[in-house]
């Protein structure tokens, strides 16, 4: 049956359609980027322009299912589904899974160059890890399901709303700025460069061993092995083969040491890495708190390529919202400004994340937040909540994404994925 809509042109239609076929309506309009009322009436468009009705769908257990559709095309496809001899909830599941045949999912888009982000900043402890993880876990999420993302809005609305939620002692970002997407589905490598290992056992996987094979080594030019026996993947109930770390080694506490006797030492992480590249969409390195020469490597490693453009690689620089991050800021950026005038290279700026943000502890924390946003070159691109989930997914061992999937940290993860993206 039908319903008059506040719209002049459309009608509110009321049947019913089975759970799964409704979610896989959902999930594929998502991935088109178009609302589902748009398929359905596309669908039912076609379904009607058959000469007969297609294959039957099992529809039991059918739930309500309600939508808006042009007026007059319910009533043409009612009596349609009269002449065909089909229940009108029979004829709305094989419209529905006739639009779904003709707009299957979409290809994941491949990036001609694997990009290349470095999460750094000289100071410790801002969480440099957790944003590397975070970042790539949403990257690598499932394209066929979808996931609560928060909608990139201008952030000088979030910062209005984080100073509300300080006088109210409030943390949890607007819900109404949650919108459920699908995953990018991108093939993901991690890599732990800070020999104190942090990312390495976050994610549960084992640090390697100092008598062994390493990234340092195949840095160093002394490499005991192929860099690729040394990766592991993680969780793959959660990301499908689709995320992979390459654990580090406390042998890289020497690393600055080794790079001071290897030729053109700025680019040996790029020759350790260049052999891994074409396996994966996004390299993501967690560097360590440090400005020497691996961190020069890093940086090189973020420089834009040639047929790169602008903001496709390059640094994320992760600060919190207190004063001695823009000390430490200061002290990176120098260096990397450095680097592009010795060099003569690109290295752009992918953004600021500020973590660990908790707009209870008052003026410091948003005045802080204000000052990072006034930066404007490079822009903020991610704000990312102190709260516990992400400290539960470390003392467990496990991705944050599927250790709390729905989480507010989770949530903004996946908004700086596609803020990046």
Same mark, same amino acid.
């Given at each position: 049956?039908?319903?008059?809509?506040?719209?002049?042109?459309?009608?509110?239609?009321?049947?019913?359609?089975?759970?799964?076929?409704?979610?896989?309506?959902?999930?594929? *309009?998502?991935?088109? +980027?178009?609302?589902?009322?748009?398929?359905?009436?596309?669908?039912?468009?076609?379904?009607?322009?058959?000469?007969?009705?297609?294959?039957?769908?099992?529809?039991? +257990? *059918?739930?309500?299912?309600?939508?808006?559709?042009?007026?007059?095309?319910?009533?043409?496809?009612?009596?349609?589904?009269?002449?065909?001899?089909?229940?009108?909830?029979?004829?709305?599941?094989?419209?529905?899974?006739?639009?779904?045949?003709?707009?299957?999912?979409?290809?994941?888009?491949?990036?001609?160059?694997?990009?290349?982000?470095?999460?750094?900043?000289?100071?410790?402890?801002? %969480?440099?890890?957790?944003?590397?993880?975070? &970042?790539? =876990?949403?990257?690598? =999420?499932?394209?066929?399901?979808? @996931?609560?993302?928060?909608?990139?809005? *201008?952030?000088?609305?979030?910062?209005?709303?984080? =100073?509300? @939620?300080?006088?109210?002692?409030?943390?949890?970002?607007?819900?109404?700025?949650?919108?459920?997407?699908?995953?990018?589905?991108?093939?993901?490598?991690?890599?732990?460069?800070?020999?104190?290992?942090?990312?390495?056992?976050?994610?549960?996987?084992?640090? &390697?061993?100092?008598?062994?094979?390493?990234?340092?080594?195949?840095?160093?030019?002394?490499?005991?092995?192929? &860099?690729?026996?040394?990766?592991?993947?993680?969780?793959?109930?959660?990301?499908?083969?689709?995320?992979?770390?390459?654990?580090?080694?406390?042998?890289?506490?020497?690393?600055?040491?080794?790079?001071?006797?290897?030729?053109?030492?700025?680019?040996?992480?790029?020759?350790?890495?260049?052999?891994?590249?074409?396996?994966?969409?996004?390299?993501?390195?967690?560097?360590?708190?440090?400005? %020497?020469?691996?961190?020069?490597?890093?940086?090189?490693?973020?420089?834009?390529?040639?047929? =790169?453009?602008?903001?496709?690689?390059?640094?994320?620089?992760?600060?919190?919202?207190?004063?001695?991050?823009?000390?430490?800021?200061?002290?990176?950026?120098?260096?990397?400004?450095?680097?592009?005038?010795?060099?003569?290279?690109?290295?752009?700026?992918?953004?600021?994340?500020?973590?660990?943000?908790?707009?209870?502890? +008052?003026?410091?924390?948003?005045?802080?937040?204000?000052?990072?946003?006034?930066?404007?070159?490079?822009?903020?691109? +991610?704000?990312?909540?102190?709260?516990?989930?992400?400290?539960?997914?470390?003392?467990?061992?496990?991705?944050?994404?599927?250790?709390?999937?729905?989480?507010?940290?989770?949530? %903004?993860?996946?908004?700086?994925?596609?803020?990046?993206?």
């Amino acid at each position: 049956m039908s319903s008059p809509a506040s719209s002049s042109d459309r009608e509110k239609v009321v049947s019913k359609l089975p759970a799964w076929l409704r979610q896989n309506l959902k999930i594929r *309009a998502a991935q088109h +980027g178009i609302e589902i009322q748009a398929a359905v009436e596309q669908g039912i468009r076609d379904w009607c322009g058959l000469a007969s009705a297609t294959a039957t769908i099992d529809t039991a +257990g *059918a739930d309500p299912f309600s939508t808006f559709l042009p007026t007059g095309q319910w009533e043409e496809f009612r009596q349609i589904a009269a002449d065909r001899r089909v229940s009108l909830i029979q004829g709305l599941a094989q419209a529905v899974q006739l639009w779904l045949d003709t707009n299957p999912a979409p290809e994941i888009e491949r990036p001609a160059v694997t990009r290349r982000f470095i999460v750094c900043n000289q100071k410790g402890g801002v %969480g440099k890890t957790a944003i590397t993880a975070g &970042l790539g =876990e949403a990257l690598a =999420e499932d394209p066929g399901r979808l @996931h609560p993302v928060r909608v990139a809005k *201008a952030l000088t609305r979030a910062v209005r709303a984080s =100073e509300t @939620h300080a006088d109210s002692g409030a943390q949890e970002h607007d819900p109404l700025e949650v919108e459920n997407l699908p995953g990018p589905g991108l093939r993901v490598l991690l890599v732990d460069f800070d020999p104190q290992c942090h990312l390495t056992n976050q994610l549960g996987a084992t640090p &390697l061993p100092m008598n062994g094979d390493s990234l340092t080594n195949h840095m160093a030019g002394d490499p005991k092995g192929d &860099l690729r026996d040394l990766i592991v993947s993680v969780d793959d109930e959660t990301f499908d083969g689709r995320l992979h770390l390459l654990p580090a080694c406390n042998d890289a506490f020497l690393l600055d040491v080794r790079l001071s006797a290897v030729r053109a030492r700025e680019a040996a992480l790029e020759r350790a890495l260049a052999p891994l590249e074409s396996d994966y969409d996004v390299i993501i390195v967690d560097c360590p708190p440090s400005l %020497g020469l691996s961190m020069d490597a890093a940086v090189y490693y973020g420089r834009r390529r040639d047929g =790169e453009g602008p903001g496709q690689s390059g640094a994320l620089i992760v600060v919190q919202a207190e004063d001695s991050s823009a000390d430490a800021y200061d002290l990176l950026t120098t260096q990397i400004d450095d680097l592009r005038t010795d060099l003569q290279v690109d290295i752009d700026y992918l953004g600021i994340v500020v973590n660990l943000y908790d707009s209870r502890r +008052g003026y410091i924390a948003t005045s802080s937040l204000q000052g990072w946003v006034d930066i404007k070159d490079p822009r903020v691109v +991610g704000l990312i909540g102190d709260l516990k989930e992400q400290k539960e997914a470390v003392r467990v061992k496990r991705p944050l994404l599927s250790y709390a999937p729905k989480s507010q940290q989770a949530v %903004g993860m996946r908004a700086l994925a596609r803020e990046v993206l």
